[in-house]
């Protein structure tokens, strides 16, 4: 099975690699070079100069990019040559224009009938959600146009036969087209805003950086780092798909990309076939969770949370190094296990080398990245950061970028973003349909109920239903799905267990006594003296709902209410990315599994259990200030994070420099809670440290007695 034959993740797979639908005829290549040109020219025009009705720039977006999906993809592989089928298509792409014309010329006339359709109305809002659902189906197989239809007849059919919490009365079909079509909370509202303005610009950043040549940059920077350590290819992998994540934020495309280079040189090392596989596929999956791109997860968050860009990112940084430092130990222990030291041959490329004949690569993320510090925006810093390239890669003897090669830039780019940008306008029609009738809220209770107000159990209950959705959505539209439905329930939980924390502990501040003086004025003294746990929960749901919200930004203070709202969808961001690895459906171990040459749901399993720092770290983001916390206490936090996950992966494979025994096994697990609980006294997380420190010195010792 290669990594085109399960185009289910869209938003990560370039639409070259569906060489099995692509249509041929020279004409036809030529045409959609030319359409991928203008609209890469357009969408920047958008971006920096123009303003036009947000209506309309989306309206042109899905047009576009949807022409463009009809020209490369058949709506069957078999019919990619036949002429009746590209006369089928040829409809479409009419079609396609059709509505952006009907939107710009007649959007006035229908507001002029007081919002009350005529046949043109219906003809063409209807057939735009068709041609939604068949683009969709294209690129990324049934399951989410099957969604989309779910979420739509519940709206005006099936939802009213329902009991219970989940009833919802209906609205009318032509409300519903209305608001799906003309209004700017449905196919054309924030997420196609969204997907035409950060995604795109950064998507065309990643594609002029590739094309200057960075990949080829980041791959020999990362084996010149990692060539003297032991299992040096593996941290190759690790190295290279984070460095290569911060560009394209793209977990499919990382595993291809790094993997022809990184599979190979593990497995000539002595590392097992599978493992080889799962590990790149285990650091492909951090490509999303790494600043400064993170997919257009990121983007979407900034957006949902009203924090801004550079802020998530910044908060985004110590999470991501967590996680790929989890996978980097699970290299370490297989290196010792299976006796991989010697990884590199005496004649490696020196760091030295590599950034005297690349450093230019370093420049336009440093544009980027100052920029935003700076306060620009993201499409501007993006922008600006493409221009740093150009101008970065005449210091290149190799990848020059000539007007050619800035024509393949933007081709490439506006490719690459097809299949994301019909995806995400028509995922609009399923967030809309949340936000009309309240599902989100509904859901949001229904999962606090099911975990009885238990936040660890909240998670579970989250990370099983991004599973589910994993199996068939892609990541971002995992994220914004599950973001909108679960991402209430988890703030609240996040922000009462803080609560309850200061309330226990007395820390109260004085002005938010004055709702607890309404609720019950006996337990004022005893706010002011802490309470016991059980005592605190009792005295806390007696606030009325309407006033906890004030109660929060009075005791927790709008900064750090702000931050939990992000850690809130970050956890959710994280555990969207798990269907990446997770069996049955994880792609981007299948695609590691076919460079590999191993059983694609062995490798899947063998994937999964390498990225267990995407299950606890979020919970880390729960249960303690990893974001948003002050500097002392991120350091205090990160320092036994990081040994605490290396006990754990320690204890998960019986070897910590050498084979450990039963009871060194429990020790060094024993260790790993001590490190890893949270808010524990700092003695105790020193004495895990120790333990640890113990078991490592015993192990090495063990080892060296081997040689």
């Known amino acids: 099975m290669t990594a085109s034959s399960s185009p289910t993740e869209s938003e990560d797979i370039n639409l070259e690699d569906f060489e099995t639908k692509h249509r041929s005829g020279v004409w036809l290549n030529r045409l959609v070079f030319a359409l991928s040109v203008f609209l890469a020219v357009a969408h920047i025009y958008i971006n920096t100069i123009a303003t036009l009705p947000e209506l309309w720039v989306s309206a042109f977006h899905f047009a576009g990019f949807g022409i463009l999906c009809a020209l490369l993809i058949p709506a069957n592989p078999k019919w990619r040559d036949s002429k009746i089928a590209l006369l089928f298509d040829s409809a479409i792409v009419l079609a396609l224009i059709g509505m952006v014309l009907y939107i710009v010329f007649f959007e006035d006339a229908l507001y002029e009938r007081g919002v009350t359709f005529n046949t043109a109305d219906w003809i063409v809002s209807s057939i735009t959600v068709l041609l939604s659902l068949e683009l969709i189906r294209r690129t990324s197989g049934w399951f989410i146009p099957f969604l989309i239809l779910i979420a739509l007849t519940y709206v005006v059919l099936w939802g009213r036969w329902l009991g219970g919490m989940f009833a919802f009365p209906g609205l009318s079909v032509e409300t519903l087209l209305y608001r799906s079509f003309f209004s700017t909370d449905g196919m054309f509202g924030s997420i196609s805003r969204i997907s035409w303005s950060f995604v795109f610009m950064f998507i065309l950043f990643g594609a002029f950086l590739v094309k200057s040549g960075a990949g080829d940059f980041i791959i020999n920077l990362s084996r ?31 595993t291809v990309s790094t993997g022809v280079i990184t599979i190979p040189l593990m497995r000539k090392a002595g590392f097992p076939a599978r493992f080889a596989a799962g590990i790149e596929a285990a650091a492909s999956t951090g490509g999303q969770l790494m600043p400064p791109v993170m997919g257009a997860g990121a983007f979407i968050m900034a957006s949902y949370t009203q924090v801004s860009y550079v802020t998530i990112i910044s908060v985004a940084a110590i999470p991501a190094l967590l996680y790929f430092l989890s996978v980097g130990f699970f290299v370490r222990v297989e290196a010792k296990r299976s006796k991989v030291i010697a990884t590199e041959s005496d004649d490696a490329i020196k760091v030295s080398q590599v950034l005297k004949e690349g450093w230019h690569h370093i420049v336009p993320l440093g544009v980027l990245v100052t920029l935003l510090i700076q306060g620009f925006t993201p499409t501007y810093a993006a922008g600006i950061s493409i221009i740093a390239v150009v101008v970065a890669s005449f210091l290149s003897r190799t990848h020059r970028m000539g007007p050619a090669e800035i024509l393949d830039a933007m081709a490439q780019g506006a490719k690459n973003m097809s299949t994301t940008a019909v995806l995400l306008v028509g995922i609009g029609l399923v967030v809309n349909v949340i936000s009309t009738t309240g599902v989100g809220n509904t859901f949001s209770l ?47 939980l996040i922000a009462e267990n803080q609560l309850l924390s200061m309330m226990s502990s007395g820390t109260l501040p004085e002005a938010a006594n004055a709702i607890f003086m309404l609720v019950d004025p006996a337990a004022i003294a005893s706010l002011a003296q802490g309470m016991p746990m059980d005592q605190a929960q009792a005295l806390l749901a ?64 063998t994937a999964w259990k390498l990225a267990k720092g995407l299950y606890i770290v979020p919970l880390l983001m729960a249960y303690t200030p990893l974001i948003g916390g002050d500097a002392e206490t991120l350091l205090r936090l990160t320092i036994f994070a990081i040994f605490g996950m290396y006990a754990l992966v320690a204890a998960m494979e019986g070897y910590l420099e050498d084979k450990l025994s039963i009871a060194l096994r429990l020790a060094t697990l024993i260790a790993s809670v001590l490190m890893l609980w949270p808010n524990l006294e700092l003695w105790l997380q020193c004495i895990g440290l120790v333990i640890f420190l113990t078991v490592f010195v015993i192990g090495n010792k063990s080892y060296k007695k081997q040689f």
């Open 446 to 492: 229904l999962i606090t109920n099911w975990a009885g107000g238990s936040l660890f159990f909240t998670i579970i209950l989250v990370a099983i239903a991004s599973l589910i959705l994993g199996m068939g959505l892609p990541v971002t539209a995992s994220y914004i799905v599950l973001g909108t439905l679960s991402a209430p329930a988890l703030f609240n």
């Open 224 to 254: 010149s780092l990692a060539s003297k350590m032991i299992g040096g290819p593996g941290f190759v992998a690790v190295l290279g798909s984070g460095l290569m994540g911060s560009v394209s934020g793209s977990s499919v495309a990382n």
């Open 542 to 605: 007696q606030v009325p709902n309407d006033f906890k919200s004030m109660l929060m930004d009075q005791a927790l203070g709008t900064q750090s209410v702000a931050m939990i709202l992000v850690t809130a969808h970050m956890i959710i961001f994280w555990l969207s990315q798990d269907s990446n690895v997770t069996p049955p459906v994880c792609l981007t171990a299948f695609a590691a599994a076919a460079i590999a040459k191993t059983p694609p749901m062995r490798t899947g399993m």
